[in-house]
Nanobody, 113 residues
Framework: QVQFVESGGGLVQPGGSLRLSCAASGIALRFYNMGWYRQAAGQQRELVAQSTWGGSTNYADSVKGRFTISRENAKNTVYLQMNSLKPEDTAVYYC???????WGQGTQVTVSS
């Protein structure tokens, strides 16, 4: 059974940084695309960053230049480094592989002064 466990969220002031982690089980991440998604209150879930199994990365325009996705295949873990955070980044953040598997509980990120 494939499971994702997200962690690292919290309350941060605008301009601050957070690093999210996604630990996967039941799947060898090195063979899969992995993405970070977010869902703000009352909105649909959106893909914000993707790391392909081939080594490329893609970002939503809203986070480009501020967020960085990386993976540590030996630990079966994916990370999202978030810098220069804005209030509009407030959301629950999830990881998944192309949205094909069940969603974890996510980790709440709140950007507020």
């Amino acid at each position: 059974q494939v499971q994702f466990v997200e962690s690292g969220g919290g309350l941060v002031q605008p301009g601050g940084s957070l690093r999210l982690s996604c630990a996967a089980s039941g799947i060898a991440l090195r063979f899969y695309n992995m993405g970070w998604y977010r869902q703000a209150a009352g909105q649909q879930r959106e893909l914000v960053a993707q790391s392909t199994w081939g080594g490329s990365t893609n970002y939503a325009d809203s986070v480009k230049g501020r967020f960085t996705i990386s993976r540590e295949n030996a630990k079966n873990t994916v990370y999202l480094q978030m810098n220069s955070l804005k209030p509009e980044d407030t959301a629950v953040y999830y990881c998944n592989s192309d949205g094909r598997y069940g969603w974890g509980q996510g980790t709440q990120v709140t950007v507020s002064s």
